[in-house]
């Protein structure tokens, strides 16, 4: 297996633009995880699937954040409109399980916002 | 919140055993304790996870007191790719939150 899958790896964007981060996890995962990485806050959950319906969300910062799940194969995150502050290395992970089991990330998506 | 305390930073000398630890003073009796990684500029890597039993993989050992108050991660060898910060995790439902972890240097 490939692993966890982001696209783009690196995105630089206009604040006020719709930004959208892709995930596709592990065949066969049930499980998906988004993360947001910065020096100041390290990094933080922002929401996580299973089964592909959003289970918490209570790690989205604000109404701008948005994700989905139409399918097993991929989630996406979306940011409308982003800030300068949304600036970040967004990661995505999966596992097969809940507790007691591995997730494993993908190599993230490194997003300047200007 | 994190329910872990680590130090911020620790050095080894490559080739000596590098003993990482880990205080989860609150850990209750079904949560798990996880260790991950982060090497510069990738995702966190997952390295071992246990519950009460100590537990030992290709990469580490995981030692875990009687009490489950805390916890020791152990890389036997250390060599220079080992250089990393390392998360210790406490784990009861499905969410994984991380802290601050401990940034390991390993000395040539």
């Known amino acids: 297996d490939a692993g966890v899958i982001q696209s783009p790896r690196h995105e630089v964007t206009e604040m006020g633009q719709e930004v959208t981060l892709r995930c596709k996890p592990i065949s066969g995962h049930d499980y998906l995880f988004w993360y947001r990485q910065t020096m100041m806050r390290g990094l933080e959950l922002l929401i996580y699937?299973?089964?592909?319906?959003?289970?918490?969300d209570s790690g989205m910062p604000e109404d701008r954040f948005s994700a989905k799940m139409p399918n097993a194969s991929f989630s996406t995150l979306k940011i409308q409109p982003s800030e300068p502050r949304d600036s970040a290395v967004y990661f995505c992970a999966s596992s097969f399980g809940g507790a007691g089991t591995e997730a494993f990330f993908g190599q993230g998506t490194r997003l300047t916002v200007v | 919140d994190a329910k872990t305390t680590q130090p911020p930073s620790m050095d080894c000398a490559e080739g000596r055993a590098a003993n990482l630890p880990c205080n989860h003073s609150?850990?209750?009796?079904?949560?798990?304790v996880y260790w991950y990684r982060q090497i510069h500029s990738q995702g966190p890597q997952y390295i071992i996870h246990?519950?009460?039993n100590n537990e030992t993989n290709e990469m580490a050992s995981l030692i875990i007191t009687e009490d489950r108050k805390s916890s020791t991660l152990i890389l036997p060898h250390a060599t220079l790719r080992d250089t990393a910060v390392y998360y210790c995790?406490?784990?009861?439902?499905?969410?994984?939150?991380f802290g601050k972890g401990t940034r390991l240097h390993i000395l040539p």
């Open positions: 246990g519950l009460k």
């Open positions: 699937f299973n089964n592909n319906v959003p289970i918490d």
């Open positions: 995790i406490v784990r009861l439902d499905d969410k994984i939150i």
């Open positions: 609150t850990i209750s009796g079904n949560e798990y």
